[in-house]
């Protein structure tokens, strides 16, 4: 079993920057994928970024150059950083991590921008 908790969150306005943050503990091994995934009101789960141990990162194009994932390894921790953030941006966010066929979700943080 693999437990994420999650931090950060809340409501900025339209332009704001938010910074989100994941812990990893429990049976987690050193490769591994970790992100985030956001769900809206009414709408299915979506990919916001992943970024692999390799470093590899895979971001929707939503999010292509207002948001960074940042890993650190040792701490087995994964941050989001989200700059520029608009309405739509507005969903629970979710923090993911795999390894092989098992994944795990983290219980989510709520993210609100305002008009």
């Known amino acids: 079993q693999v437990y994420l908790r999650e931090s950060g969150g809340g409501l900025v306005q339209d332009g704001e920057s938010l910074r989100l943050s994941c812990v990893a503990s429990g049976n987690t091994v050193s490769v591994n994928v970790m992100g985030w995934y956001r769900q809206a009101p009414g709408k299915d789960r979506e990919l916001v970024a992943t970024?692999?141990?390799?470093?590899?990162?895979n971001y929707s194009d939503s999010v292509k150059g207002r948001f960074t994932i940042s890993r650190d390894r040792a701490r087995m921790t994964v941050t989001l950083q989200m700059n520029s953030l608009k309405p739509a941006d507005t969903a629970v966010y979710y923090c993911?991590?795999?390894?092989?066929?098992?994944?795990?979700w983290g219980q989510g943080t709520q993210v609100t921008v305002s008009s």
């Open positions: 970024k692999t141990t390799f470093g590899e990162t």
């Open positions: 993911y991590y795999r390894w092989r066929e098992l994944t795990y």
